[in-house]
């Protein structure tokens, strides 16, 4: 039993902890990196992944298993386990818009001409890596991925700090079907056999049906307010977009807003674009009240499925029988 005072702020699962270890290494870390990097002018990002597995372990009350960018992350009950990405969308180098002369998120007017128009970047991501043949086979095994994010509220002004942990299912289909069209589609096809990138808040991450199990806003005077926290809050379920605001995704194409259209059992008037597809698609949803992970499944399955249908004969157990589960829980 979690005593109070100066005990709960290093027991796991409590929010005075969370609080301090953002304070021992975050806060504090941050302050030493910003002022070494006004003198010598190098970057001020620190490594942050690690610190991301420590708040995760913080926040759930689960322990890590020792290990660093390889191993289970984190350790669940029943032999399970999870695993931990962060991406840290602070201390990016930006670009001043009018010299083109770098400039650094601790500063705010360009170093060589001292305009204010400053160009901050917010391109860092999530990065899925699955090297071979045995990794894929494996990638569906941990029973969540815990995806956390440090990133601005707002990019204009870069002063208050927003800390946040996502919860996503392995086996829920925006999840599952991504990273096996992934390996098997986009990486079959790339030279440099990258990484899977996510990137926060676009049409493969709301897809996921991520939950937001923890939040919490650090202040331009480094003053943290925990909003939402595991043991204390429900868990917040990340909405979708308007549908017609995908529209301008590449990968969304017309005939798989159809296939999505007919799995939604929406009738869809003939010779409309795309925006109009989902437009009409929207307007269904809202008159059938269908749930949002009805929608998020339906369109994964619409989006994935037409790329992975031939290699799914192929696909190596147990992550056959996976993905089949999936499809399966859609096309019923």
């Known amino acids: 039993m979690v005593s109070s005072g100066q005990d709960r702020e290093y027991a796991l699962g409590t929010v005075e902890a969370s609080e301090r270890l953002i304070h021992d290494l975050y806060i504090d870390l941050r302050q030493k990196v910003n002022k070494w990097a006004s003198l010598t002018h190098q970057t001020a990002q620190?490594?942050?992944?690690?610190?991301?597995?420590?708040l995760v372990?913080?926040?759930t009350g689960f322990p890590g298993g020792r290990s660093g960018a390889r191993g289970k992350d984190l350790l669940l009950p029943n032999s399970r386990y999870a695993e931990i990405k962060t991406c840290?969308?602070?201390?990016?180098?930006?670009?001043?818009?009018d010299c083109g002369a770098a400039v650094s998120s601790i500063e705010m007017a360009c170093p060589q001409c001292s305009?204010?128009?400053?160009h901050r970047k917010e391109d860092s991501k999530w990065l899925i890596s699955i090297r071979h043949d045995d990794e894929s086979a494996r990638i569906l095994e941990p029973a969540s991925y815990y995806l956390v994010l440090f990133d601005f509220t707002d990019l204009a002004k870069p002063?208050?700090?927003r800390a946040s942990i996502w919860q996503v299912d392995s086996p829920n289909p925006g999840f599952a079907y991504c990273v096996v069209d992934y390996y098997f589609n986009i990486r079959k096809g790339s030279k440099t056999k990258a990484p899977f990138?996510?990137?926060?808040f676009q049409l493969k991450f709301d897809l996921m049906k991520p939950l937001l199990i923890y939040r919490s806003m650090i202040s331009a005077q480094d003053m943290i307010t925990t909003q939402v926290f595991p043991a204390r809050d429900r868990p917040l379920p990340h909405p979708l977009k308007s549908l017609p605001d995908y529209s301008q995704s590449q990968n969304l194409t017309i005939d798989k807003c159809n296939a999505a259209a007919r799995l939604l059992k929406a009738q869809i008037p003939p010779g409309q674009n795309k925006r109009e597809v989902l437009a009409n698609i929207q307007s269904h949803i809202a008159v059938a009240r269908l749930p949002q992970g009805q929608v998020a499944d339906a369109f994964a399955h619409a989006l994935y499925w037409p790329g992975i249908e031939e290699h799914a004969p192929m696909l190596p157990e147990p992550l056959r029988g996976r993905i089949e589960s999936v499809r399966r829980s859609i096309c019923v």
Do not use: E, K, T
Request: hydrophobic fraction near 35%.
């Open 159 to 161: 002063s208050s700090i």
């Open 57 to 59: 372990s913080v926040a």
């Open 115 to 118: 305009s204010q128009n400053i």
């Open 197 to 200: 990138n996510l990137w926060p």
């Open 88 to 97: 840290y969308r602070v201390d990016q180098l930006g670009q001043c818009g």
């Open 46 to 54: 620190a490594r942050m992944g690690y610190v991301g597995q420590h």
